[in-house]
C-alpha cells in the first residue's frame, strides 16, 4: 500500500475530497490540469522526437560530407585523366574547355534537381501525429 493511502499522509490523496463531495469548479479545474498536462506532454514527445532526428540527420549529413569530399577528389583526378586524353586529339587548352564545360552542365543539373527536392520536402512527425490523432478520436 503506498503513503497516499495511510491516514495522515500528505500530499494530492490526503488533501482531494472524495469524488462525491467535490464542486464542479473543483472537477472542471482537475480537467483543465489534466488537459494542460497533456498538451505538455506531447510537446515534449514532440521535442524529444525532433532532437532525436535532428541528431540522426547530423550524423548522416556528415558521412555524406566525407563521402562528397572523397567523391570530389575522384572526379578532379578523372577529370585530369579525361583532359590528357582529349589533349592526343585537340589542343589542351579545348580539352580542358570541354571537361569544364561538362562538369559546369553536371553542377547545373544537380543544382536545379536538388532545389526542387528541398522545395517538395515535408518533415512529418509520425509518433506525435499518431498520438494527437488517438487523442482527437478519443474526444469525440
Not at 132 to 136: A, D, E, F, G, N
Given at each position: 500500500m503506498s503513503q497516499q493511502h495511510l491516514p495522515g499522509a500528505t500530499g494530492d490523496a490526503a488533501t482531494t475530497?472524495?469524488?462525491e463531495e467535490r464542486s464542479l469548479?473543483?472537477?472542471l479545474g482537475a480537467?483543465?490540469?489534466d488537459l494542460t498536462d497533456l498538451f505538455?506532454?506531447?510537446l515534449d514527445l514532440a521535442k524529444?522526437?525532433?532532437k532525436q532526428e535532428?541528431?540522426?540527420a547530423g550524423k548522416g549529413a556528415g558521412m555524406l560530407g566525407g563521402a562528397a569530399v572523397a567523391g570530389h577528389l575522384v572526379l578532379a583526378l578523372l577529370s585530369v585523366v579525361v583532359i590528357a586524353l582529349l589533349d592526343l586529339a585537340l589542343p589542351l587548352w579545348a580539352a580542358a574547355l570541354i571537361v569544364t564545360a561538362l562538369w559546369a552542365a553536371v553542377a547545373a543539373a544537380l543544382a536545379l534537381l536538388?532545389?526542387?527536392e528541398l522545395q517538395s520536402s515535408n518533415p512529418q512527425l509520425p509518433r506525435t501525429q499518431q498520438s494527437?490523432?488517438?487523442?482527437?478520436e478519443n474526444a469525440r
Open positions: 475530497p472524495p469524488p469548479s473543483d472537477v480537467v483543465a490540469e505538455r506532454t506531447e524529444a522526437e525532433l535532428a541528431g540522426r536538388g532545389r526542387r494527437l490523432q488517438s487523442l482527437k
